[in-house]
């Protein structure tokens, strides 16, 4: 009698890829520090939206409906990220395949094909977002959310429609923050990076970095400093903006923010140069685009607001024999000069920098 493969011990041994090895490889590619805030708005600015939020959230919120207990310990102190595009079908796809990203062969779109987010397991361990009616949680490691499967470690949720919220009122409170209701779908994306502590950090397969508040303030306050030149570089949007929410508050309290000022028809129209040209073919060898713009940067300290006016003038070029090597090293195929106009403040930073730059 012959055997058949019902009768024969088959036992599974496929090739696979260690999850929690990759992203500590792409951890060592992606430095700590203003890179996972930067990585996040370039993201956004892909996706259209036009403003984003960074908030350091401090309150421990309650852990008595989750959906298991190991996640008690992530109910602390996390940077929230917000911004209002709302994620499409194809952004879900992408943002599950670590380095197999849909932006290949979109050259208006940066980030190293997706890779770059994963920059954010340098916070934590226990990603999650919510947007439109779904709530998404990653779990590389396996080891916190219920049931989870060792090949597809995360959930998503359909809670405009189902009882999770009801159930596990605890579990998706922390979402409730800049026009997130949890109860209708939500037109923008929040995401929640719970701070990996100590402990967490000395049994983490992901990374062994620990870290605290004062990182987090440290970061934005970086970011403020380098605002202007992280909003140079963008098609879509216009502010960042970045908050602090402490215990008992009932909402955030505005840090620092960065953004266009008065932002017209003729600038956006500028802004989005890189991405009309992307989508057409070249009529002539290289294009030019040229045109000035004003930055307004403000920083809080209690009831006092200290703001400040920037002008610059910038001037792209597309060049079409440099598309083909600059895509290859997974740059955007664009070259940008930038000075500013602060004349009557000569030790002012911007003045001594005039740049030329490939991104």
């Known amino acids: 009698m012959e055997s058949s493969p019902s009768t024969i011990l088959l ?12 992203i500590r490889e792409v951890l060592l590619n992606y430095p700590e520090g203003t890179t996972v805030l930067k990585e996040l708005i370039q993201n956004a600015d892909d996706a259209g939206a036009t403003r984003v939020c960074f908030c350091l959230d401090r309150r421990v919120h309650g852990s008595d ?31 599950s395949r670590i380095g197999g990203s849909t932006k290949h062969g979109q050259a208006w779109k940066t980030g190293r094909f997706g890779v770059g987010f994963n920059s954010v397991y340098h916070l934590t361990d226990l990603p999650s977002f919510v947007s439109d ?3 998404v949680l990653f779990d590389p490691q396996g080891v916190y959310l219920p049931n989870v499967s060792s090949s597809n470690p995360g959930k998503r949720i359909e809670y405009v429609t189902s009882s999770a919220i009801s159930l596990y009122k605890d579990q998706f409170f922390p979402y409730c923050a800049f026009g997130c ?26 990374s062994r970095q620990d870290y ?44 620092y923010s960065c953004s266009v000022s008065s932002p017209d028809d003729q ?29 307004l940067i403000e920083s809080m300290a209690g009831n006092e607001i200290k703001r400040e006016l920037i002008p610059f003038m910038l001037c792209k070029q597309w060049h079409r024999d440099l598309v083909g090597l600059l895509l290859s090293l997974l740059l955007r195929p664009e070259i940008m000069i930038f000075t500013s106009f602060l004349g009557h403040h000569l030790q002012h930073a911007y003045l001594t920098i005039h740049q030329i730059m490939v991104f």
């Open 133 to 135: 009616k779904y709530v």
């Open 11 to 22: 036992e599974d041994f496929g090739q696979k890829v260690d999850l929690t090895r990759r």
């Open 181 to 206: 209701d949890m109860e209708t779908p939500f037109a923008g994306t929040l995401f929640r990076f719970p701070l990996r502590n100590a402990d967490q950090a000395a049994t983490s397969k992901l």
């Open 267 to 295: 600038t956006i129209w500028h802004r989005k140069a890189l991405l009309r040209l992307s989508k057409s073919s070249l009529p002539t060898k290289t294009e030019m685009d040229a045109y000035s713009v004003d930055f």
């Open 212 to 255: 605290s508040e004062d990182h987090i303030y440290s970061m934005f306050a970086q970011l403020y400093d380098e605002g202007v030149f992280t909003l140079l570089f963008l098609k879509s949007v216009l502010s960042v903006e970045m908050y602090t929410w402490d215990a008992g508050e009932s909402e955030p309290r505005k840090l």
């Open 65 to 95: 409906s989750l959906l298991s207990d190991g996640l008690a310990q992530w109910q602390g102190p996390a940077l929230l990220a917000y911004n209002d595009a709302v994620f499409t079908e194809e952004d879900f796809v992408s943002i």
